[in-house]
């Protein structure tokens, strides 16, 4: 799976939008865009992922670039429960394992 | 849907004791994975099973890791003899498809001393 890049980390104000970019310059015009995050002492959940076009759900947003080179998760309020790390991962839909390979991710602190 | 199940929470072990760490995947799904995460190298994967097959091993450090999946409903993965270094949080995921989220347990965390 190619490989993403993301800030270490970020701050935000509680009830303020947030924008956690993921940069993937190599992505393949198949792979997956997808996103997880982790809380404090729990496992990483699933939040979102997208090919093509933007995505939203009751978690998130995903804006995905013309390009495909870059994305952005975008939680439109966050709440200090949202505080995580976030995690941008590729997933070739060839990917015979189902895998996901994990990054360092960013570490997103909610300011109240 | 109770989730993936792991246990124990915690674990402390003295070195050179055995290790069996257990998991419980949702209910019908066909992938189970195993995950470790240390700070220094972050979330890496061991181990998955595709009904109940073990398909990629090549994430396990060594051999004195094994893991098992005797059913669709169980897991384990064993640590014999345990070292200091394999201190970390080893999770538990699991899918419902090839390409579907994974769902992850709460991991269980383990102190090797």
């Known amino acids: 799976d190619a490989k993403t890049t993301q800030p270490n980390s970020m701050e935000s104000n509680e009830e303020e939008p947030v924008h956690l970019p993921c940069n993937h310059s190599?992505?393949?015009?198949?792979?997956?865009i997808h996103w997880y995050r982790q809380l404090p002492s729990q496992g990483p959940e699933y939040v979102i992922h997208g090919l093509t076009s933007n995505v939203n759900n009751r978690m998130a947003s995903l804006a995905i670039a013309e390009d495909r080179k870059s994305s952005t998760l975008i939680l439109h309020r966050a709440t200090l429960r949202d505080a995580a790390v976030y995690y941008c991962?590729?997933?070739?839909?060839?990917?015979?394992?189902?895998?996901?390979?994990f990054g360092g991710g960013t570490r997103l602190m909610v300011k109240p | 849907d109770a989730g993936v199940i792991q246990s124990p929470r915690h674990e402390v072990t003295e070195m050179g004791q055995e290790v069996t760490l257990r998991c419980k995947p949702i209910s019908g799904h066909d992938y189970l994975f195993w995950y470790r995460q240390t700070m220094m190298r972050g979330l890496e994967l061991l181990i998955y099973?595709?009904?109940?097959?073990?398909?990629?091993d090549s994430g396990m450090p060594e051999d004195r890791f094994s893991a098992k999946m005797p059913n669709a409903s169980f897991s384990t993965l064993k640590i014999q003899p345990s070292e200091p270094r394999d201190s970390a949080v080893y999770f538990c995921a699991s899918s419902l498809l090839r390409g579907s989220p994974l769902h992850f347990g709460n991991g269980t965390r383990l102190t090797v001393t």
């Open positions: 190599t992505i393949s015009g198949t792979d997956y």
């Open positions: 099973f595709n009904n109940n097959v073990p398909i990629d």
């Open positions: 991962i590729l997933r070739a839909p060839n990917n015979a394992g189902n895998m996901l390979t």
